[in-house]
């Protein structure tokens, strides 16, 4: 339960627009990304990999500070592939913030003891069993590699959290009930889902996606209808896992993964969004880029102005003054929500 004054901070900025705390930090520390997944396009800048220095960090902790971050959360791009990720870290540790490793699992075994050793919680990328993970992500030995680096970090620390996220799209929807098995083989906490975002430039897009290429991981209508018999029969098969929570996302919130991949086929409206990101929230990018969240515009940049002034500047503020996640075109379509109320403990 957060404090009592942490609960009026978070009331008054929801209120006002001015970020008078903001729980929740993400922070891409390196840009570039080992695996080539079909429905991400981050890999592509490779050539030109950027990574947030810890000296870059220093000028901004103060704002870390005052802001009340209490979670970090380390996305990417691949966040293991940073030079000194660990002096990042350590950095964080100092202001008593929780941090969230997201990892697509190649590098757990190598750096296993320094993730267990400065981070709470790692967050693997599972796209499907072994054949299928290993053809989304586009690399040898990719699912074995993920399952060696989980068996890793359980043999630093055996109650270390290790969960799952599973982007479901055209090639891995049929393998639903799979996916959770190879969860439980190799040994993640939880397993969550969420569908496949196709219409924004997040995750390095130079432009908005055309048809075409939406069309090679959203869902056909036929497709769609496919997927509504995989999830309902999932639903009652794996029933204990929903029960026991090991499954993240009830059974009417995954059924709403069903009902996104139809809007895009013109069937029915897009899932109704219940979100406040831009307001207790904020993206740090690898070049130093701020944005509001994933999917909206940027605004500013942290190698130019501190992140407090930032997000609390004009452009910021009024970004959320104007915001209508009901009817915002991005926010509409958005696959990746985070709803925080003022009384919900962090993390």
């Known amino acids: 339960m957060p404090s009592l004054i942490e609960i009026a901070k978070r009331q008054l900025t929801l209120t006002t627009h001015h970020l008078h705390t903001m729980p929740v930090l993400i922070l891409m520390p390196h840009s570039r990304c080992n695996c080539r997944c079909v429905m991400c396009d981050i890999w592509k800048a490779n050539r030109n990999g950027s990574e947030i220095a810890p000296e870059l960090l220093d000028a901004h902790l103060d704002d870390v500070a005052r802001l009340d971050v209490q979670w970090v959360v380390l996305s990417g791009g691949e966040a293991l592939m940073h030079r000194n990720l660990w002096a990042l870290c350590e950095r964080l540790k100092r202001l008593?913030?929780?941090?969230?490793?997201?990892?697509?699992?190649?590098?757990?075994?190598?750096?296993?003891?320094?993730?267990?050793?400065?981070?709470?919680?790692?967050?693997?990328?599972?796209?499907?069993?072994?054949?299928?993970?290993?053809?989304?992500?586009?690399?040898?030995?990719?699912?074995?590699?993920?399952?060696?680096?989980?068996?890793?970090?359980?043999?630093?620390?055996?109650?270390?959290?290790?969960?799952?996220?599973?982007?479901?799209?055209?090639?891995?929807?049929?393998?639903?009930?799979?996916?959770?098995?190879?969860?439980?083989?190799?040994?993640?906490?939880?397993?969550?889902?969420?569908?496949?975002?196709?219409?924004?430039?997040?995750?390095?897009?130079?432009?908005?996606?055309?048809?075409?290429?939406?069309?090679?991981?959203?869902?056909?209508?036929?497709?769609?209808?496919?997927?509504?018999?995989?999830?309902?029969?999932?639903?009652?098969?794996?029933?204990?896992?929903?029960?026991?929570?090991?499954?993240?996302?009830?059974?009417?919130?995954?059924?709403?993964?069903?009902?996104?991949?139809?809007?895009?086929?013109?069937?029915?409206?897009?899932?109704?969004?219940?979100?406040n990101a831009p307001w207790v929230s904020a993206v740090v990018e690898a070049d130093g880029t701020v944005r509001p969240c994933f999917f909206h515009a940027p605004l500013g940049n942290i190698n130019d102005q501190p992140l407090g002034e930032i997000l609390n500047g004009e452009a910021g503020r009024a970004f959320r003054r104007t915001l209508d996640v009901a009817t915002d075109a991005i926010c509409r379509k958005c696959v990746c929500t985070l709803q925080l109320g003022p009384r919900a403990v962090v993390g």
């Open 96 to 275: 008593d913030i929780k941090i969230t490793l997201l990892s697509t699992g190649l590098l757990l075994s190598r750096h296993a003891e320094n993730i267990v050793r400065w981070t709470d919680e790692t967050i693997v990328s599972l796209d499907g069993s072994r054949a299928v993970h290993d053809a989304i992500r586009r690399v040898p030995r990719a699912f074995d590699r993920l399952a060696e680096g989980v068996a890793a970090l359980r043999d630093q620390d055996p109650t270390y959290p290790v969960s799952g996220r599973c982007v479901l799209q055209q090639q891995n929807f049929r393998d639903l009930p799979q996916i959770i098995e190879a969860a439980h083989a190799i040994g993640l906490d939880s397993i969550s889902f969420l569908a496949a975002d196709v219409s924004t430039d997040a995750f390095n897009r130079a432009q908005l996606w055309e048809d075409e290429r939406v069309a090679e991981i959203a869902l056909s209508p036929n497709e769609v209808a496919d997927f509504e018999r995989i999830m309902e029969a999932t639903i009652v098969r794996y029933a204990a896992d929903f029960a026991a929570g090991y499954i993240a996302e009830s059974p009417d919130k995954l059924r709403r993964l069903v009902a996104y991949y139809a809007a895009l086929n013109g069937h029915g409206d897009f899932p109704a969004v219940r979100c």
